[in-house]
């Protein structure tokens, strides 16, 4: 995984470097250019990961290339996160005091917290569609994708001083969850004259079908062997970084 997120990393800095010196007629004609963007989003929960967290976040960051015919085609990634886990005392019972505490290694409670972690990768196509715009490169965004979805309990211990959730030990817990998915986005996407001042905002839905990954999971002492579904629905915005350059002559060539 961490390769794979240094790979999109280092494709956004070739594309970078590759096209940022094109010149264009944003306000009159339909251009190609790739794009570089970051991205939030705040995503209800739906299915089978809703009996599991609560509402979650994304931040992210994509590449990708919009055609003169107005198509899109990209690569997203997308950092999961999200602090409500409904189940976490229930999956590490075995490890708690009567009280709900966790002894640390010198004999005293351990500081803790439980928190969602994931990540969601899409390949991506789309199309602009050039209404309620100020030129024929803005519009309304339609993204279709298909991708992969991971989502695991991390349980934080401050300053690392559980021996039960160290290591492997931990890894027993966190009910890692991974499996192929697809994404839709419908919003508004503006690209105009500067490079700072572009965005996009709109609705995002995803779905994926996930199974636990690990061998045992300890509370059950069994593998977890089910078939999950798992719905995620909110809004994302973005930052979009066009890699065009304004012509210094005043006014706009192809």
């Known amino acids: 995984m961490r390769k794979l997120i240094r790979s999109i990393i280092f494709s956004a800095f070739l594309f970078t470097v590759m096209f940022s010196y094109s010149q264009v007629n944003v306000r009159d004609s339909v251009i190609y250019t790739p794009l570089v963007y970051a991205t939030y989003g705040f995503h209800g929960l739906g299915g089978d990961i809703a009996e599991m ?34 189940n976490g005392n229930e999956i590490i019972a075995g490890i708690l005091t009567h009280d709900g505490q966790i002894i640390g290694q010198g004999g005293e409670y351990a500081i803790f917290q439980y928190m969602q972690r994931g990540h969601m990768i899409w ?11 100020p030129n024929p490169n803005s519009g309304i965004l339609i993204k279709l ?9 991390d349980v934080s211990v401050q300053e690392n001083t559980a021996l039960q959730l ?69 809004f994302k915005i973005g930052w979009v970084i066009p890699l065009y350059r304004r012509a210094h002559s005043g006014y706009y060539i192809n």
């Not at 609560?54 to 290339?65: D, E, F, H």
């Not at 390949?123 to 715009?133: A, C, D, E, L, T």
């Not at 609705?203 to 995620?232: C, G, I, V, Y």
């Open 53 to 86: 967290y609560g509402p979650s976040s994304t931040i992210g960051a994509g590449i990708g290339y919009k055609t003169r015919s107005n198509f899109y085609f990209g690569l997203e990634y997308n950092y999961l996160f999200g602090g409500k886990v409904k």
């Open 123 to 133: 390949g991506q196509v789309g199309k602009v569609i050039p209404v309620f715009s």
């Open 145 to 153: 994708g298909v991708g992969y979805v991971q989502h695991r309990m």
């Open 166 to 234: 160290k290591g492997d030990y931990k890894l027993g817990y966190d009910r890692l969850t991974s499996g192929m998915g697809l994404n839709q986005f419908i919003g508004y996407i503006f690209l105009g004259d500067s490079r700072m001042w572009n965005f996009y905002a709109g609705f995002d839905f995803s779905q994926a079908w996930t199974k636990n990954q690990r061998d045992m999971n300890f509370d059950t002492r069994e593998k977890d062997d089910t078939q999950h579904f798992d719905l995620f629905y909110g």
